[in-house]
């Protein structure tokens, strides 16, 4: 199956209960071979009228965070959601949401075989994670998604409303891009040593 097939089938799915409030499936974007994939909660407003995601404000500063490491979207990077339905209200997407969504995101991340995954916020990362864990305690560190260095930083939404947080969400991007650059040649295990090093230098 193709990418452009999956998001088809995601475009007619009925699985739960967010396909009878959604405008628009907000599939993902960007360059199907993407080194880097930023991966949100679920579409906002006006994702979910345009289809598109991180369109909003928090968008904004999503491509303020990509441009500050040299990256632009559709440029080596794919962006999505856990769920790619908006939650009415912009709730959190339930349990049952995620898990049902969850085929798609595990489908893309196959098809694209980024380098590197980046959570954005606790959704994200407890989501991909499977963890219950705090974002502080989740972020500075490799994590290992089915084989992906997987690192974790803030949501852009939570930075706009927390602007003291963003000198840590540079560290975050630091880290990221020194662990793209590594994932092209190492594998995750070595990553995490040779990032270990440096961080407790
Ligand atoms: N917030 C998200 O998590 N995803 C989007 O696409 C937009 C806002």
């Given at each position: 199956m193709t990418l452009e097939e999956l998001g088809s089938q995601a475009r007619a799915c009925?699985?739960?209960?967010?396909a009878a409030t959604r405008k628009k499936v907000v599939f993902g974007e960007g360059n199907?071979?993407?080194?880097l994939m930023f991966i949100g909660e679920g579409p906002g407003a006006r994702e979910d009228a345009t289809g598109e995601p991180f369109v909003g404000q928090a968008g904004k500063l999503l491509d303020q965070m990509l441009a500050a490491i040299k990256l632009k979207r559709g440029n080596r990077v794919y962006i999505t959601n856990i769920v790619k339905c908006r939650p009415p209200n912009n709730r959190n997407p339930t349990l049952n949401e995620a898990k049902q969504c969850e085929p798609y995101l595990t489908r893309q991340i196959q098809l694209i075989k980024p380098k590197l995954i980046v959570a954005l916020g606790k959704v994200a990362a407890q989501n991909l994670l499977q963890s219950d864990d705090s974002i502080s305690s989740l972020r500075g560190k490799v994590h290992d998604y089915s084989g992906t260095p997987l690192i974790v930083t803030y949501h852009p939404a939570y930075l706009l409303r927390n602007p003291q947080d963003k000198a840590r969400a540079w560290e975050d991007l630091c880290l990221a891009r020194e662990v793209a650059a590594l994932a092209i040649t190492l594998h995750t295990s070595l990553i995490k040593s040779a990032v270990r090093d440096v961080l407790d230098r």
């Open positions: 009925n699985l739960c209960k967010l199907p071979q993407a080194r």
